[in-house]
């Protein structure tokens, strides 16, 4: 792995076996980082768009226990949030995803190579909240299934 997790998800996940991260860079390449949550979710929150009949960015986790956990916040998190790049999102309406069992979620953070130079000019110090992809896994039954995947640069 290239980074360390982002500093948002610290303290919420860690890392995932070689078999995982082989597979997921294989699909985003040698510069993504892969980590999964350090408990099980059995559905997501997604905000939706009515406008565009679509699925909006920001991604929610329902846990075991019913706490609502942040996934992937656009105003906040990767290269564009951090240089203030994205046009706020509408969290009003939301749609929720229920999975058949409880799961366990990986996230996939890909970079370019140019984060030291990002963590001196931008909110961030730490080179590693700079990534430019985001994706969400779910990992249930040996089978890793893409959820989706974020451009955030």
Not at 105 to 117: C, K, T
Not at 120 to 130: L, N, Q, R, T, V
């Amino acid at each position: 792995m290239i980074h360390t997790m982002p500093s948002y998800v610290k303290g919420l996940v860690t890392e995932v076996d070689s078999k995982i991260l082989a597979e997921i860079q294989n699909n985003y390449g040698e510069y993504s980082t892969v980590f999964k949550f350090n408990r099980k979710f059995k559905s997501l929150v997604r905000n939706w768009i009515s406008e565009y009949d679509d699925f909006g960015l920001t991604i929610w986790g329902i846990d075991t226990n019913n706490e609502k956990v942040s996934i992937f916040n656009p105003m906040e998190n990767g290269y564009n949030a951090l240089f203030d790049l994205n046009e706020q999102e509408d969290t009003g309406s939301i749609k929720t995803i229920d999975f058949n069992n409880e799961v366990e979620l990986i996230v996939m953070f890909q970079y370019s190579g140019d984060e030291a130079e990002h963590a001196e000019e931008g909110k961030s110090k730490c080179a590693e909240d700079y990534f430019d992809w985001f994706a969400l896994y779910k990992y249930d039954n040996d089978e890793l299934e893409e959820i989706v995947s974020i451009e955030c640069a």
